[in-house]
């Protein structure tokens, strides 16, 4: 399947309507042999912008802002008026929808990424925008294919997993196992969305809004923070699998990109309060990046800081989106 | 059963040995009613040095070091010679045996210790030095009886818990309940103990021990730390039923103490990587209690700083043991 867009009709008009794909192809993982992969897009923008890869967290997928065709928000939403002047491409990660079980490396989506920019018939790309999982891509993506892409704009992501937020994460998989084990794999993914909703955020926002005490009812003790965090967890288990769970989180450990491949325009983004990358490993990163740019974004809200941070979020993403080099 | 030692005895020779024993007294819970209570303890230390109640976190019981009787490692063994100066008094906290599985707040184990002192005819008690759960006991004590201690150290603990540390802990409470929903206890015990492992030490401690790349064998990805986390966690629930977890996780919650019914010398210990129980909250306690003093531990190992910083700990040991009123 192509894109569903006319490219005559589009430079004619420079408007397009949104448009979902998806191909399959066989592709070559880096730990995993070979696989045939069905990989779903979104595109959506000016047909005469430069096209701007995105790419967020392990959760966040193709719908990046709404659209006329798309009409629910988007995990981006707050960046819609920021992400207008670019032409945005987004992909559902490969592994997201629990279709395999096997060990997914960054590497891998930014493989499967350049697979679809052929089936697509794009050689280039102006600009890769990630942020968390989306930025170890664009990493990856940056460094395999130099040729392809005009410039990275890498929010909160370093050159490797920090091991303390390794150790996190392998301990959340643990929890989808035992779920898994005990016949409720749903039980599992929840509590593991719950424990990782806690490392997306910071103890001075969980200060200021769970300060209550617990509450004691017969033999039942709930803290404040509790019920919040067990929606957060059942929402999510909602509609992710067990092996989607697995193998998302373990990618982002299995991340490991040479700073000295990443040989373009780049900018990073490192959050203040970000406990699970923390500033340091980014700040080394855009360090060991030939003349890279290095932004630190004041936040209260940790690693969730690209969602929450809408205004700043939104005037680097202007800027970057500034930078980029016309649609050819 | 009473104190199983003689004190014409003691008296005489200035020297006991170690011995333990346990008391059975019903207990007027704060949250759960009146219950009947086994409380088990051990006494150490020469008869004419001042009595010292010992308290450690939840993991922790009535033996805190080594001594002729009872020759195994302490879990704060490292101390005995800063504590040889004292006669140590330690108990295991109510819960810990799993007997019974209802709310358990510090202030029920601070009146337990209470009534186990009046069954061994000890009127006051020159000091009670608390880390972690224990501190939080330990200020129970201070404000339900100022008339029975002489000086409180209080270690690693503030005048309740941090709403984030809450979160981390109700989580791990989670875990155990998904193990028990799914007839495997001691998997969500050993999963909740990974979990608290990580709240007890830092990242940074994890960037210099836990440094190398994932390992991939087949479709089993492991991260650095896992070894150590799965050790960690089985050993514990070897000895800690699911219960025991729940009931003594759950108490740390339950920890609320008006600074103002503190009214004794007091010393308050930080450790400055704890982000469990961060400085500023202990900061804020000492200052809340009239003439308290602060001590702040530099360390890399965050809230475990009492059991790793063995020098500092001795260190602040030996002052306190110090200042208390010599024995009666």
Redesign the interface.
């Known amino acids: 399947m192509t894109v569903a867009i006319k490219r005559d009709v589009l430079e004619r008009t420079g408007e397009a309507p949104a448009s979902r794909g998806e191909e399959t192809f066989t592709l070559a993982m880096r ?2 042999g070979s696989r045939q992969v069905t990989l779903r897009y979104e595109i959506t923008g000016p047909v005469l912008a430069p096209i701007l890869i995105v790419g967020g967290g392990i959760s966040a997928g193709q719908h990046v802002i709404s659209s006329a065709e798309f009409a629910e928000a988007g995990w981006w939403e707050p960046q819609k008026a920021a992400l207008a002047a670019a032409r945005v491409l987004a992909i559902d990660w490969i592994g997201a929808d629990g279709a395999f ?3 997914i490396d960054p590497a891998d989506q930014a493989v499967a990424i350049a697979t679809l920019l052929d089936r697509l018939g794009i050689a280039r790309v102006a600009g890769f925008a990630g942020a968390s999982y989306g930025a170890m891509v664009g990493l990856h993506f940056a460094a395999l294919y130099p040729e392809r892409l005009g410039a990275l704009l890498s929010v909160s992501a370093g050159a ?1 997993a ?10 959340q998989r ?2 989808v196992a ?2 898994e ?4 794999p749903a ?2 993914v929840a ?1 593991a969305r ?2 990782a909703m ?1 490392t997306y955020r ?2 001075d926002e ?2 200021v ?6 509450t ?1 009812d017969g ?1 039942l ?6 019920d919040y ?1 067990d929606a957060q967890g059942l929402r999510y288990a909602g509609r992710t699998t067990a092996a989607a769970y697995r193998r998302l989180s ?1 990618s982002i ?2 991340h ?1 990109v040479d700073p000295a491949t990443v040989r373009l325009p780049a900018t990073f983004v490192a959050v203040e309060s970000d ?1 699970l990358v ?1 500033i340091e490993d980014i700040h080394a990163l855009a360090d060991a990046v030939g003349g890279a740019r290095f932004v630190l974004m004041p936040s209260l809200y940790g690693h969730d800081g690209f969602l929450k941070e809408e205004a700043q979020m939104a005037a680097i993403l202007t800027d970057f989106i500034a930078t980029l080099e016309p649609a050819r």
């Open positions: 730990h995993s079980d096997c060990p490797s920090h091991p303390f937020s390794s150790a996190c994460r392998s301990l643990k929890a035992i779920g084990q005990g016949g409720n039980a599992g509590l719950a424990l806690l910071t103890a969980y200060r809004r769970f300060d209550a005490a617990p004691v033999d003790v709930r803290v404040s923070a509790e965090l373990e450990d299995l490991r406990w923390p």
